[in-house]
């Protein structure tokens, strides 16, 4: 089958589930499908959605395809499920998930160290949400339990993979290593900390962030 | 002098130290300890009145800055020419404070993508609907872990009749029987079934946590297992040898 006659096909299996589709599901359920890039049919499907003004999409999140409405419409959505929306992540827990999304797998005392603050009500709750989960045990005193972050994280956030998240700046960007050690130890020995070089570096890294 | 800030505001110790250099226009890299370190105990103080508990990070802390600012203030000793030059005290905080911060920063993009995501709507409210048996009973890729069947078991929980009227009763049900239950039922069912098809017909709670413990000794004892057949499956529990026991 080419993309034409798969696009019907491949809109009818995303439309009945209940989750995300992987390429490698859509591979299994259709026969006739070797060797085709799954990536152009949804391209070809997500084009006549827009071309004819539909009110619905097909997104990439978790690693599969799921059909979403667009977002300009969540204003009279909101309305229908009201009392229902789901609730957003404080601040404790953005940070929390943001430290185990990037060094997983970690243990609650490698987290409340980045934090400075214990973390174990902010983990407990976010095992509840089953946004992360218990991967295994570290190697460390008393086997400490350590915790990754789950495919429900992926959809909750939008995402196809862990590497779609903005990448924390590198702490060497700033401190301990190249050309800049120079400047900060000879900022903190001077006690007279040159603002330029700093200013720079600071820029620099944004835009690698916008990138 | 204390500034009109919401102290819940601060996610820890880490957080208000860098709202403070902030506020003062300080250089990270060059913190003036004494100043910074005043302002800070003027926040815990009020830290300590409303919240005990959470204070104790904060004070932790403050003693962590008093110690860096009388390290500063020590002579320091002669330097040696063949020994590297001494870090600075304050080294370590800033290492700690920025680390802290890129997390910071990433999760205030994570949650602009979670107001992104929350606008998209998927489609929801599936009647129940066949679940496929697992092709491969040990496919590694399946994510099934413990934490997965306790919480299948919380899930069935809740749906379980809440009694309100409390009358106390003995419930004569052991692990003994409850795990005959449990072999009874799958060998009903050709060896497999699904998690909370084992338990749905259990009236009492009591019974239906009897019954999980001993699901949990089947599957220690090896005559049981369980898996996933997709990353948001359904959860399957089989009888390892069922036709050899029969």
Do not use: C
């Not at chain 1, 993979?161 to 800049?180: A, H």
């Not at chain 2, 890299?29 to 409303?50: C, D, V």
Request: glycine fraction near 4%.
């Amino acid at each position: 089958m080419d993309v034409a006659q798969l696009k019907p096909v491949v809109e009818a299996i995303i439309f009945a589930s209940d989750g995300p589709v992987t390429p490698k599901m859509l591979k299994n359920f259709i026969d006739e499908s070797n060797g085709v890039d799954f990536e152009k049919v949804i391209e070809a499907l997500n084009d006549d959605y827009q071309s004819s003004g539909r009110a619905i999409q097909i997104v990439r999140v978790a690693g599969g395809y799921q059909m979403t409405t667009r977002p300009e419409f969540a204003t009279w959505i909101r309305k229908m499920y009201m009392g229902r929306t789901s609730n957003r992540l404080s601040r404790a827990a953005l940070e929390t998930l943001a430290i185990i999304a990037f060094k997983q797998p970690i243990s609650k005392a490698e987290v409340a160290a980045i934090r400075g603050v214990n973390s174990d009500g902010v983990i407990k709750n976010l095992l509840e949400r089953r946004l992360i989960t218990i991967s295994g045990r570290g190697e460390g005193i008393g086997r400490p339990l350590l915790y990754s972050t789950t495919p429900e994280f992926l959809q909750y956030f939008g995402i196809n993979d862990i590497s779609d998240l903005p990448k924390p700046r590198e702490i060497e960007e700033l401190f301990g290593e190249g050309k800049y050690v120079d400047q900060i130890i000879e900022a903190l020995s001077s006690g007279d900390a040159s603002e330029e070089p700093q200013e720079d570096n600071h820029q620099e890294s944004e835009t690698q962030n916008d990138a | 002098m204390i500034y009109r800030v919401q102290l819940e505001n601060f996610e820890g110790p880490l957080d208000l130290l860098l709202y403070l250099i902030k506020k003062n226009e300080v250089d990270l890299f060059n913190i003036p300890i004494s100043e910074i370190t005043r302002q800070y105990l003027e926040y815990i103080e009020i830290i300590q009145m409303l919240d005990l508990e959470g204070a104790s990070d904060f004070i932790l802390m403050a003693a962590t800055l008093i110690r860096i600012k009388a390290k500063m203030l020590l002579p320091k000793p002669p330097v040696d020419m063949d020994e590297e030059e001494e870090e600075d005290p304050r080294e370590e905080l800033v290492r700690r404070l920025l680390e802290y911060q890129r997390f910071k920063e990433v999760a205030i993009k994570m949650a602009d993508y979670e107001s992104q995501r929350q606008l998209l709507y998927t489609r929801r409210y599936f009647d129940q609907h066949m679940e496929p048996e697992p092709q491969d009973w040990w496919d590694p890729k399946t994510s099934y872990t413990l934490f997965d069947l306790m919480w299948a078991f919380k899930e069935i929980l809740q749906k379980a009749p809440k009694v309100t009227q409390h009358s106390v009763e003995q419930i004569p049900v052991t692990i003994d029987d409850q795990i005959g239950y449990i072999l009874r039922q799958l060998d009903q069912n050709e060896g497999q079934l699904l998690f909370y098809e084992l338990l749905e017909k259990l009236k009492k709670r009591i019974i239906m946590i009897v019954t999980f413990l001993s699901l949990l000794e089947l599957i220690r004892r090896g005559e049981v297992e369980v898996t996933q057949s997709s990353t948001f499956g359904e959860i399957w529990v089989r009888r390892k040898r069922w036709t050899s026991l029969n």
